[in-house]
């Protein structure tokens, strides 16, 4: 029976349990080992079958009882990573099995030998400029028995791959979706598609297997998009369908809570995957990043010594650790074991991430601007590569640079603040001002993570001599300090109460301007002026006398923000 066959519509749980059996024993077979443990996590998440619903064996061909002896000695020699070894006793053998072992041996070796060539004359920077010379070679072979339609769906999966690492990366979708079709339940060739999309609108164009399994790729791959609150809802519904002690979704649900900085949520959600798992590494280092962002020394001290006693040479304990020296400022530590992160895995993303960032704290902005290349080449939505770039050209203050790239970054997290602040303060430096506008209050509109947006858009209208719109966004800027909680020795409160004040004065609104005055005396770099400001309007009330109903009369017949918004209310505001 075809694996293809065995795929039925969601819902039947005892079906898949037994598909996720099947599959495990060929992935297993095969050495395909991240497949395997995928599978496996998912299939002790289901409850356990009786002895006689188990799936029966794979039916065995006479090719695979004439193969059998020469694959049994090259799995040995390929499970101790002899992949040339393993070759060697292939070569000639007829069945499926065989010949994806054959084929999947030769790979490997021609990347185990890139991996050493590297580490042996390369610092991690210049990883990308040693390629697996197998891969042409592998390309063609595999090409000639794809166009005789020979290959099954693991095979196609390695056609794929090969096409993938020679950059060859439409040519490689198209296989992989083949291979999706001819296997629909091998996760890895969904995983390894998931790599090659960038946007939602060709995620729409692929012809999918209609399969369980796409519901997990669909929230994989929302989650890769940025688009979290899809994701959240497919991985729900997973949970209600039977999953809900699966390990794989609790950490795909906490990395989407942190792709969108719910920081509390998504450090609950690790926490209790240690608790079900303690000796996990997978994830880690997001987990890391949360403890990192919350500067949570103590438990990142803990975690770090807790992941190099299970296993040092891992590269998610090596961005942990990265992570902690960071935290302390231990910036040229950081950055070491960042490289070593990368001396295990070239392509992994976090760590030329990390590693811009702490090249960006040392001030080595050449080195920065290489990392976060390298992260954009291994996956160009990372947006947080992108963010990087810009901020580097910052420094190097060549503000068209910072522009393009924070334009990438803002293209894949279009509601993200930070973004959108970057951009504008780079349309400000080209004097762009109407598209800074624009920005600054997009970010506020979006919900403004650092609280600058409204500040930087009300300085703004300051310098263009706008200060109606000035005031309003001022009024708007300290209402949103106050009422989010923080505290109001927030660096530009004072400012915000500075100008309103004088605003206030100037338009002979002199009781919201005393006031404000008032609030400013709170303030050590506003007192004197608080003060100066308090003399003058006593001055000025000495002087006229001046009916309270016709206090709004100089404004009435202005559309201003006075009278769009009421004079900002801080009596209820103690600081």
């Known amino acids: 029976m075809k694996m293809a066959a065995l795929c039925s519509e969601f819902g039947d749980l005892v079906q898949i349990k037994k598909q996720l059996i099947s599959v495990i024993s060929l992935c297993k077979e095969r050495g395909l080992l991240h497949s395997t443990k995928w599978a496996s996590e998912l299939a002790f998440a289901l409850d356990p079958l009786p002895k006689d619903e188990l799936p029966p064996s794979p039916p065995f061909t006479e090719e695979d009882a004439q193969d059998l002896d020469a694959l049994t000695l090259a799995k040995s020699y390929f499970d101790l990573k002899e992949y040339d070894r393993a070759a060697y006793f292939l070569k000639g053998c007829c069945s499926q099995k065989a010949y994806f072992l054959y084929m999947y041996s030769r790979y490997l070796s021609g990347e185990k030998k890139k991996d050493d060539e590297t580490v042996d004359s390369l610092g991690p920077l210049e990883k990308g400029q040693v390629r697996n010379e197998a891969l042409r070679e592998l390309r063609v072979e595999l090409s000639k028995k794809h166009s005789a339609g020979e290959l099954d769906g693991f095979t196609l999966y390695l056609y794929g791959v090969v096409l993938r690492k020679l950059d060859l990366l439409k040519e490689a979708v198209d296989v992989f979706v083949e291979a999706i079709h001819a296997l629909p339940l091998h996760w890895g060739a969904w995983l390894e598609l998931s790599n090659l999309v960038t946007n939602i609108e060709m995620l729409k164009s692929l012809s999918l297997a209609d399969c369980w399994m796409k519901d997990f790729f669909m929230a994989h791959m929302y989650t890769e998009l940025q688009m979290i609150k899809e994701a959240l809802q497919k991985y729900q519904n997973l949970i209600e369908a039977g999953f809900s002690k699966s390990t794989y979704i609790i950490s795909q649900i906490a990395v989407a809570y942190h792709n969108i900085r719910d920081i509390d949520q998504a450090l609950a959600l690790f926490n209790e995957l240690r608790e079900q798992d303690p000796y996990r590494i997978d994830n880690m280092d997001t987990f890391s990043n949360?403890?990192?962002?919350?500067?949570?020394?103590?438990?990142?001290s803990y975690l770090a010594h807790n992941l190099v006693e299970i296993d040092k040479y891992r590269v998610e304990t090596c961005c942990v650790i990265g992570n902690y020296y960071s935290l302390r400022s231990q910036h040229e530590k950081a950055a070491l074991y960042f490289q070593r992160a990368l001396k295990l895995n070239p392509r992994c993303l976090g760590a030329w991430t990390l590693m811009g960032h702490e090249y960006m704290e040392m001030k080595n902005t050449s080195?920065?601007?290489?990392?976060?290349?390298?992260?954009?080449?291994?996956?160009?939505?990372?947006?947080?590569?992108?963010?990087?770039?810009?901020?580097?050209?910052?420094?190097?203050?060549?503000?068209?640079?910072c522009l393009y790239y924070y334009r990438k970054a803002h293209q894949l997290r279009p509601n993200d603040s930070r973004m959108l602040v970057?951009?504008?303060?780079?349309?400000?430096?080209?004097?762009?001002?109407?598209?800074?506008?624009?920005?600054?209050?997009r970010a506020?509109?979006?919900?403004?993570?650092?609280?600058?947006?409204?500040?930087?858009?009300?300085?703004?209208?300051?310098?263009?001599?706008?200060?109606?719109?000035?005031?309003?966004?001022?009024?708007?800027?300290?209402?949103?300090?106050?009422?989010?909680?923080?505290?109001?020795?927030?660096?530009?409160?004072?400012?915000?109460?500075r100008y309103l004040g004088q605003y206030y004065f100037k338009n002979k609104l002199y009781d919201e301007a005393s006031l404000c005055a008032q609030r400013c005396c709170d303030y050590n770099d506003a007192r004197e002026e608080g003060k100066a400001l308090l003399r003058q309007i006593s001055q000025v009330r000495d002087q006229i006398e001046t009916p309270s109903a016709d206090l709004f009369a100089p404004l009435s017949n202005n559309n201003t923000p006075v009278r769009r918004v009421s004079p900002l209310n801080l009596i209820s505001f103690t600081p």
């Not at 970057?422 to 209050?441: D, F, N």
């Open 290 to 300: 949360l403890l990192y962002v919350k500067s949570m020394k103590p438990e990142l």
């Open 367 to 401: 080195a920065a601007i290489q990392a976060y290349r390298h992260a954009i080449e291994v996956n160009k939505r990372d947006y947080r590569a992108w963010y990087g770039l810009g901020q580097t050209y910052e420094i190097l203050k060549m503000p068209f640079y």
């Open 422 to 441: 970057a951009l504008g303060e780079s349309y400000e430096k080209l004097s762009q001002q109407v598209e800074a506008k624009k920005c600054y209050w």
């Open 444 to 497: 506020y509109s979006v919900g403004d993570v650092e609280k600058m947006a409204l500040l930087k858009l009300a300085k703004l209208h300051e310098q263009l001599n706008e200060s109606d719109d000035a005031a309003q966004c001022y009024m708007l800027y300290i209402q949103d300090i106050f009422s989010c909680g923080e505290q109001l020795e927030h660096a530009e409160v004072s400012t915000a109460l």
